[in-house]
């Protein structure tokens, strides 16, 4: 059974810093990992795709990396603004392209 | 254009009540899905259909059924409500189940039974 861990849990940053959300999984039998954020009330939004084969993702100031063998992933991000500022989950994808969800990391950027 | 539609988005009933969700999308998918969000935010998947024939049932009370009509559509009904049963219910969709194709979620439909 799929387990997906994010760390951390909250965080808070200035604006303008870069961070690093981090995702670990047990299962490293994935075919694609992908990231999303949520904000309140609202839905997901898809913000990367990494396949099984791809080592890292690029989309504007967001990077994601995928380390299958090790079963982790990150999700860089260059320059924070208060607009970045939601729930970030990540979700590795099993069969049937079932995707099992982190307990999510809530980003907090402040001016 | 809304690419995956939920109706409604808020709804309030009556413990032992039935009630649906609708879930529509416009992205011509094969695949659509349903995933519960429960209190504590955790996200889990309930049911995918592909081509309107279902190929995961994640071991959801038989009170819960997904009915796809057609393949842009996925509601789900459930039976006798219960107090536990009060979550945000997220519909999505992808193009199919193979490997490599990015899901799409709708706004959620929080469900409150009192």
Sequence with gaps: KQEVTQIPAALSVPEGENLVLNCSFTDSAIYNLQWFRQDPGKGLTSLLLIQSSQREQTSGRLNASLDKSSGRSTLYIAASQPGDSATYLCAPTGGGNKLTFGTGTQLKVEL | ?114
Aim: hydrophobic share 30%.
């Design chain 2, 1 to 114: 254009d809304t690419a995956v539609s939920q109706t409604p988005k808020y709804l309030v009933t009556q413990m032992g009540n039935d009630k649906s969700i609708k879930c529509e999308q416009n992205l011509g998918h094969d695949t659509m899905y349903w995933y519960k969000q429960d209190s504590k935010k955790f996200l889990k998947i309930m049911f995918s259909y592909n081509n309107k024939e279902l190929i995961i049932n994640e071991t959801v009370p038989n009170r819960f059924s997904p009915k796809s009509p057609d393949k842009a559509h996925l509601n789900l009904h459930i039976n006798s409500l219960e107090l536990g049963d009060s979550a945000v219910y997220f519909c999505a969709s992808s193009q199919d189940v193979s490997v490599n194709t990015e899901a799409f979620f709708g706004q959620g439909t929080r469900l409150t039974v009192v």
